[in-house]
């Protein structure tokens, strides 16, 4: 099996791309189509990891200042969970991240996700701020690079 991880490059990958966010992380609350895109799109990173050319995970870098990154939208196909999708994803987020100079990242993990962020070295240092996407308990995360 050929792994390859990039960002989207087509307006097939990113309409796929989009879906899996989609899919995975807006719609299971009943968030409408269209929620899974934000004003940061334009000015971040968008990670796609596919295997045999099918898209199974996805990550978006956006850099919120000169030193700190913002790591969102990580999702991985149900049916690949446990094969380390997640970890090859968290890994090239954190690559980019050194080298666009970062020294730290930030990210807002559901409740059921933060053993997997630590695992990865990211810290719990409090409860995210609400907004009217983050309608499960999320636990604002931090790594310094």
């Not at 490059?9 to 990113?14: C, G, N, P, S």
């Not at 989009?18 to 609350?29: C, S």
Request: hydrophobic share 35%; with cysteine.
């Amino acid at each position: 099996m050929e792994m390859e991880i990039r960002s989207p490059t087509t307006a097939q990958e990113f309409e796929q791309y989009y879906d899996l966010r989609y899919r995975l992380l807006r719609e299971p609350w009943g968030h409408p189509k269209g929620s899974e895109q934000d004003s940061s799109e334009d000015k971040s990173i968008h990670i796609a990891l596919y295997e045999n050319k099918r898209l199974l995970g996805i990550a978006q870098l956006t850099l919120n200042s000169a030193d700190e990154g913002q790591v969102r939208y990580v999702a991985v196909e149900q049916f690949t969970q446990s094969r380390g999708i997640g970890n090859i994803l968290m890994q090239d987020v954190e690559q980019r991240a050194h080298q666009a100079g970062l020294q730290r990242l930030v990210l807002n993990a559901r409740d059921y996700a933060v053993p997997f962020y630590e695992k990865c070295g990211y810290q719990v240092v409090g409860e995210a701020r609400p907004s009217k996407y983050l309608t499960v308990p999320h636990m604002k995360m931090e790594k310094f690079l």
